[in-house]
């Protein structure tokens, strides 16, 4: 039993399924309409810590397999990622990035700054160079969760509407007072996972997200900034940072914000105004393009920034897939054959230790 269909259930389920387990998913919503469906669909290979390149370059690897094979179904696009180093100490974290890419044999070129101006002419002026990774892609993760969830249903798995309540010795109980057997209960449902298992070391990160009109050809990869990895990690606090994409209808997604301790989902006029001018200090076309719409979404944030994979310490029969960030649309492919693997008995493709829910010890202690 899989709780939760965002692009980790439904990838779990899709993994699950061809292990040949027997699947139920639960879903109280539309299928991808959390975080996934709030989500930028950058897929990027990131490098802040041994594991957290292993699980992305892994996942990213998986990506081009599943929707490089059908790139309009997914609306796949294989843009690649340009990181913009705006001043020297920018330039010296871009260098150190391509060092540790290219020791994991991640295509990446330095930029200097008449290279980024050749690649993105829309830039200010005065930026110092970049790192562009070739091989970094975009999806949209709704329609990726659907057709994740589509092939579980094919390779066996079911589908159910329903509120999970709390989970049970048996299986799980539903808001409308039915119970679900089940022998393994796999939770998956982002960042509402603290309601069902509040021992979680979990926190809700919310971001905002503009989509503009088509603007076709006005940037050609997703831009994110390098002053980017200084405000996404920082553990308290609001901050925006520089980070656009190309759609391939020709709209731009722009983003992102994070703010911790933010209760609800409402648009907030001032960190969005922050954002957006922030946006356009590094796009000045950006002042003068047409906003269709925005919208905010939760990132699910572990304390330590890694996901947790893998049976939950002192829950019986309670596995975990939760915490995945600001990075679960790349992840979700590796971290469901991590579980797969896990689930299976058999050792996966990358160790999977750093994601283990018992690296909290708080995990490790009765819950009632
Ligand atoms: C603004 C923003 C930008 C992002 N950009 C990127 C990006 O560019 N690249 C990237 O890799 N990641 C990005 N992320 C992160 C990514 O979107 C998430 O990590 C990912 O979507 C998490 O997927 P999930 O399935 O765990 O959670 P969700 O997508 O939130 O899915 C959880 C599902 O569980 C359901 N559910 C919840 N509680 C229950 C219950 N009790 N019973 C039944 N169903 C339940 C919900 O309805 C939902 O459908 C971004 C996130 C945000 C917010």
Known sequence: MIVGAGIIGAACADALAAEGLAVTVVEREAIGSGATA???GHLVVMDDNPAELALTSYSLALWRQLAGADPAAHEYSGCGTLWIAADDEEMAAARTKQTILRAHGIPCEMLDAAALYAHERQLRPGLRGGLRVSGDAIVYPPKSAALLLARAQRRGAQVREGQVQAITSHGVLLADGSELHADRVLVANGSASVQLLPELPIWPKKGHIVITDR?????????????????AHAASGDSVAFNLQPRPTGQL????SRQFDAADKAVEPAILGRMLAHAASFVPALAGLNALRCWTGMRAASSDGLPLLGPHPSRPNVWLATGHEGLGITTSLASAQLLAAQMAGRPAQIPVTPYLPARFRQLGMQHA
């Open 38 to 40: 709030a989500g930028m």
């Open 253 to 256: 997604l722009i983003g992102s």
């Open 215 to 231: 603007y076709p050809g006005l940037i050609r990869h997703q831009l994110v900034e390098l002053g980017y990895i200084k405000s």
